[in-house]
């Protein structure tokens, strides 16, 4: 399960549909270097914010007996990679529910992982 933006474990659709889906799931948040390559300022304090909601997320993970997995490279390609590492039977993702051409003209993530997986991927929003 690909945490993106919901960094949280309340109230999160593709956490529910993993976790009804699938007996085991791996959460996994990969500091995207497509998005941070571009920024000006590598003290930024965007990612100091996500950092902090990351280790909020972990600490709520564990206590139901769940990881994070936190991963530093191109999103699209980092997501099946860990489901290839891990030999998952699917991946669910969160996404911003764009339509197909906003989709395109961006290169979504969600978009690239449905190509490039081996396994069937599930798009909540």
């Not at 600490?59 to 007996?65: I, S």
């Not at 039977?89 to 529910?97: A, E, K, L, Y």
């Not at 764009?98 to 997986?117: C, K």
């Amino acid at each position: 399960m690909w945490f993106r933006r919901d960094l949280r474990t309340d109230d999160n659709a593709a956490l529910y549909h993993a976790l009804k889906a699938y007996g085991q799931v791996y959460c996994a948040f990969v500091f995207d270097t497509e998005i941070l390559d571009a920024l000006t300022e590598r003290a930024d304090r965007r990612v100091e914010f996500i950092w902090q909601s990351l280790q909020e997320l972990e600490a709520r993970l564990r206590e139901y007996g769940g990881a994070l997995i936190v991963r530093h490279g191109p999103a699209r390609e980092e997501i099946v990679r860990l489901a290839g590492e891990h030999a998952v039977d699917g991946i669910v993702m969160g996404t911003r529910g764009m339509n197909a051409l906003g989709g395109l003209l961006l290169g979504s993530v969600a978009q690239r992982v449905v190509h490039l997986a081996t396994v069937p991927v599930t798009l909540c929003r």
